[in-house]
């Protein structure tokens, strides 16, 4: 059977931006500036975030206001890029056969970080607040709602994997013709549990954070959505396979071989049926963590040797935007493959340049020259995987292609 997924339409609410031209022009200049120094999240100081503008963002309808936070307005800006395609569907499929599926970690729980900051000096909780705002579900629910559709709608949650991972939730529910269309993607927002959650654990940077360098000492948070609108048939960029593993290492440090990694990328590969050197890029989970960028560049040199795919981590231009993280650089992944990527460009990997000799060497692709970061091509650009690593050892690595791949 032809796993193959088409991808038809996709919808952006990223630091980078929300248009395709915009967010990939981006991407492939490897822009940093939308990651700032804020000072209202971490309780000890200042710390570097990647933030969506808020003029960007478009408000929720009011009759849908128990849904209303900054994740769900997240949501609502990307799922407007897409509503279009979904209104042709209900009318072509029927509202039953399109499914929901979508990633987060953080949902609105800013939302009621806001509401008890109120309820400590008000004395009860602002009208405007309810618990459901910051369910995991209400991102589910609230674009089953916006969209009026009636098949099966459900969050997953498993930490920096879970908007990878609906990736192949959606390919189940369409092969098994449970759904003709499936809403996937991943949505998370900044606050302060999560921040200062990781700070606790000692993994957020004291700067800018520096992947796979020497010097890497944590992760900036991000915050972000993006939506994919998947069918059976062709597209342009189709999604080509997906692997998942549990190591269950530990439950926040990753297996120090990469073998959670290492299962979830040759399962990719092989649900693919395509072989390692086939590869032409690689998004890496890159967190700049030590651990993780240890475990990653083991797992990525055990996989693909002797010829490594160039690779690079995004998280330096968007933070790291945790449960919404697999989708957003999923949404990388496919502008690379689209025709707005006439060029072949690649993302650059933003860092000081100091590897750690502690570690196996991996290509990463060349900054040396930013300003023309953006004109450095790749060979050939037909399949792409992106890594997604997660706490308690839940991997997933997803494969894009182009349609004649």
Known sequence: MNNRIAITHIGLCTPLGNSPETVLQRLVNGDTSAMQYRDDILFSGPTIVGSVNDDSLIDIPAHLQLFACRNNQL?????????????????????????????????????????????????HFPPSYHYSQQELGSTSDYLKQLFELEGPCYTVSTACSSSAKVFASAQRLLHANLCDMVIVGGVDSLCQLTVNGFNSLESIAKAHCNPFSLNRDGINIGEGAALFTLTRGQSDVMLAGIGESADAHHISAPHPEGLGAIAAMNSALAAANIKPEQIDYVNLHGTATPKNDAMESRAITKVFSPALPPCSSTKPLTGHTLGAAGAIEAAFCYLLLSQHNQLLQLPPHIWDGQADNNDPSIPLVNTNAPQLANSQPAKSLNYIMSNSFAFGGSNASVIFCKKDA
């Not at 009318?91 to 900051?117: H, P």
């Open 75 to 123: 949501l609502h800006t990307a799922a407007m890029q897409i509503a279009e395609a979904v209104s042709k569907a209900k009318a072509r499929y029927g509202a039953d056969r399109i499914g929901v599926v979508l990633g987060t970690s953080t949902s609105g729980i800013s939302k009621g970080e806001a509401a008890l900051a109120y309820q400590l000096e008000h004395g």
